[in-house]
């Protein structure tokens, strides 16, 4: 029994006295004492037959799952595999006991500690939730978001509305309509509704929050268009169309959508498709919406009473008024490189420890939480093995970057270390506008006049490993996850032919996933609807290739379209488990590139319907499997997002337009920052990738070829881990090395590095390795409502300060605002001198580039 001594205060002191052999399953199972309470009744129902059963399935979807419990894998391996359990039960009572509680576990909840902390394994379908109130809420927070965030995005720095606003927000405004709106009844479709049908609840605060998470991400076309219509650029003024624009929008946006739902037998239906960071958004809901209250025990022997909601708002507004610090008053917080000051104008030693141009190696490089996320990570949130498998990539990549640098392999010296910009041969940035004759097109003898591209040694790694990353995701997906394909595919054609599985197979094919179970009390989407959405999405973007003067083939269209087809479902799974998302965009450059023959325009749409239709099929899925996780009718979030993604289009399309006509805009000339960063970079790519294409650099006899091994070496990565994981099946930590993420941490640098990281590993290891390890209860109850507390905190401090302090151009002018830009931090500090004849590598005029 447990103890417990009240005490004032947030906690009070408590005394374990739990079983030795409770704890134990507990620990084993990763279980809180009240998960094994909700299950514990079922016990005498589960006969042994059936458990061998379920555990046989599980072994079978779980055997490579990292987020699955190792303890837990290797209690069922011994259970299935040990012949006397099944002959003599009495003898192994406490294993066969351990297995009903995780077979009950399985079919009754999750099989995941982090899921059964935040999501609900109940459901009242009888709750509404596309209601008036979340049309009017949603449709306004999606075309307001919307707006912001294009209007800002071409801002130097950009201003961003995070679904978390949106969903903070939406609760006060629930709230209002639910007080303030008659109980009007009406009849529609055969149903009967009503404007206030009773207290805001928190299906139709998840439907709105799942219409502004759709609706934020705005349409690729406002780098696509910007490129074509500006003169800087290609100068093509028919990208100034309104038909043009809304035809590549909707076409771009809609095919993301229709692939999404074509995937959910793969991406969002199985219980291994954990998809870590949407439960900051269901925790944060349920901060809201949960009417108990558990006591937990927690650090230092004490038993924590705080609700959820409390706890929300407190570290809300304690990380509001502190980010004010980082953000604004003290920014040297932020990028803390206190070992630069030392001796700012070193070289050497800021090319390794500095934060903003050097490779980061400082062991505490900053105080802003904000400054952890900029590469989309959620700190407390994704898996520890995500965290440290990339830990591994990124310190081997960190390794390789040096050795390039001191070896002045690929003339890298003469360069910052760890910048993702291109260089010409006198080291300064390179202007693609030099190599482009009137019509945008490649000039070749500009082109020898002028100079070669190069890339920094931070950039060169990251090419490598990106080569490597995608061979891996296929290697990987083949290996370790082909009896997941095969249930999807089997699940996927059943539905296509119109024939219901029973509810045994359906069950046994998925996991005999609860979340799956309760959906079934709805009327499922037709694969039908999201086909008939991709095709017309298809369809709207080749007309728009088309009958415009893009000297395009619309063909591009369906090309980029395959590639996201054979894309998604590996990079889905890689996504769903680990929370990281393989970008296919140098891919989708590469094939694009050497497909176009020298038309950037036409690697820019193949570059659009190959690598954003996967990205945004992946955000899809999330929102989905938000939906399935809160179980919000199938039919009402593809409504939703349907109606939030035109919202977003129509809004934003609206705005190009309008900042189209912004003088000097995406110049240095232009006024309130709209330098357009994002889309300088974006036509240097199109440049690079488009018209000098991949040959010149990485083809045959080219300084760059050789980075062409990082295809292999992915392909082969997976298979050797899998090799030593047979081989050394006692060594438990190989069972959570995933070769994909080894991969993706070779892609944390240039100009991301250390500082973006190595706190991020420590907020892990406190968090997963330790609080949860031994505090369940408290990591399960508070972790995520923390996570979501501060990034929203951080979102709404980030907003209050852009609008209030700097577009009024207030600033404060001191040391701690300006120490973290001196030396060799402030302007990029290059190991060797330009040689004396102005350039390094061959020689301009000489005809080498070619």
């Known amino acids: 029994m447990i103890q417990v001594d009240v005490t004032p205060g947030v906690g009070v002191t408590v005394d374990y006295g739990i079983e030795p052999e409770a704890q134990h399953t507990k620990e084993e199972l990763e279980v809180t004492r009240e998960d094994l309470l ?52 009495d003898k192994h009572y406490d294993l066969i006991t351990e297995m009903k509680l995780e077979a ?15 999501v609900d394994n109940t459901d009242d379908p009888s709750m509404p939730s596309l209601t008036f109130r979340v049309w009017v809420i949603g449709i306004l927070f999606s075309g307001v978001g919307a707006f912001i965030n294009e209007l800002f995005s071409i801002r130097n720095p950009s201003v961003y509305v995070t679904a978390n606003v949106a969903q903070l927000l939406a609760y006060p405004c629930g709230k209002l309509l639910a007080k303030v709106l008659p109980d009007s009844r009406f009849r529609m479709f055969g149903t009967e509704h009503s404007l206030n049908p009773g207290p805001f609840n928190r299906k139709e605060h998840m439907l709105i929050t799942i219409m502004a998470t759709v609706a934020y991400n705005t349409p690729y076309t406002n780098y696509v268009v910007f490129v074509q219509a500006l003169p800087q650029y290609f100068d093509q003024p028919y990208a100034r169309s309104f038909g043009y624009q809304i035809l590549c929008s909707i076409g771009s946006n809609f095919v993301g959508l229709g692939l999404a739902g074509l995937c959910r037998q793969f991406l969002v239906f199985p219980s291994f498709c954990v998809w870590p960071t949407s439960l900051v958004t269901i925790a944060l809901n349920k901060a809201f919406h949960t009417e ?47 070992i630069s000051w030392i001796a700012p104008d070193n070289v050497s030693l800021n090319n390794i420890v500095g934060s903003i141009n050097g490779l980061g190696l400082n062991p505490w490089p900053t105080w802003d939480f904000n400054l952890l996320t900029v590469q989309g990570w959620v700190p407390l949130v994704l898996p520890a093995f995500t965290i440290l498998n990339q830990l591994i990539g990124m310190t081997i990549a960190f390794f390789m970057i040096v050795a390039f640098y001191w070896s002045n392999a690929f003339h890298t010296a003469y360069l910052p270390i760890n910048s993702n910009k291109l260089f010409a041969n006198d080291g300064t940035r390179y202007n693609v506008t030099k190599i482009l004759d009137d019509r945008g097109a490649l000039d070749n003898d500009l082109y020898q006049q002028y100079s070669e591209p190069w890339m920094a040694a931070g950039n060169l790694v990251i090419y490598f490993w990106f080569f490597a990353i995608y061979t891996a995701t296929i290697s990987y997906a083949f290996i370790y996850h082909y009896h997941d394909i095969k249930l999807g595919f089997q699940g996927l054609w059943r539905n296509l032919r119109r024939k219901t599985a029973t509810g045994e197979e359906a069950e046994e094919d998925l996991g005999e996933d609860v979340h799956f179970r309760l959906m079934k009390a ?32 619309p063909a591009t269209v369906i090309f980029g379209i395959i590639m996201a087809i054979i894309a998604i479902i590996p990079v889905g799974m890689i996504t769903a488990v680990t929370g990281i998302q393989v970008t296919m965009n140098v891919l989708a450059e590469f094939i694009g590139g050497a497909m176009s023959g020298g038309n950037a325009v036409e690697m820019n749409f193949f570059k659009m319907y190959g690598y954003i239709t996967t990205a945004q099929a992946i955000y899809f899925c999330n929102d989905l499997k938000l939906a399935h996780y809160t179980k919000i009718a199938p039919r009402h979030t593809y409504i939703a997002q349907m109606v939030a993604v035109l919202v977003s289009t129509f809004v934003c399309v609206g705005i190009f337009n309008f900042q189209l006509t ?129 990034m929203s905190a951080i979102a709404i401090a980030a907003i209050v300060i852009f609008f209030a302090l700097e577009i009024p151009n207030v600033e404060l002018d001191w040391w701690g605002n300006n120490v973290n830009n001196e030396g060799c931090e402030g302007t990029a500090c290059r190991r060797l001198e330009i040689p004396d004849v102005g350039y390094f590598g061959a020689a301009p005029g000489s005809g080498q580039f070619v």
């Open 522 to 553: 709805y009327r499922e989407v037709p694969e039908w609807w999201y086909l008939v959405v991709l095709a017309l999405a298809a369809a709207l973007g080749m007309i728009g290739i088309g009958v415009y003067p893009t000297n395009s083939s």
């Open 662 to 790: 912004f003088k000097n805009v995406c110049t240095s000339d232009a006024s309130f920052g709209f330098t357009c960063p994002g889309q300088n970079t974006f036509f240097t790519a199109s440049v690079f990738w488009g018209t000098l294409g991949a040959k010149k650099l990485f083809g045959k006899g080219k300084h760059y070829n050789a980075l062409l091994i990082g295809f292999p070496v992915g392909l082969l990565l997976p298979i050797l881990i899998r090799v030593a994981q047979l081989k050394f099946p006692k060594q438990k930590w190989l069972r959570q090395l995933h070769p994909v993420m080894i991969c993706a941490g070779g892609l944390l640098w240039s100009p991301y590095n250390f500082s973006n990281y190595l706190p991020v590993v420590y907020l892990t290891v406190l968090s997963w390795l330790y609080v949860k390890k031994r505090y369940l209860a408290f990591w399960s109850k508070y972790n995520y409502v923390l996570a979501a507390a501060w």
């Open 104 to 118: 009950l576990l399985v079919t009754e909840n999750s099989p995941y500690a982090e899921v059964r902390a935040n």
């Open 38 to 89: 909700a299950v514990e009744d079922g016990l005498e129902n589960m006969s042994l037959d059936r458990c061998v059963k379920i555990m046989t399935q599980v072994r079978k979807l779980h055997e490579h799952d990292q987020n699955f419990p190792g303890a837990a894998m290797d209690r069922m391996n011994e259970f299935l595999e040990n012949p006397d359990v099944l002959a003599n039960p």
């Open 292 to 338: 108990t209250n558990e006591p937990v025990p927690g650090p230092f022997k004490r038993m924590y009473t705080w609700s959820r909601e409390k706890f929300f708002l407190i570290g809300f507004l304690t990380m509001f008024v502190y980010w004010w610090f980082p953000g604004f008053i003290f920014t040297a917080l932020s990028y803390f490189n206190w």
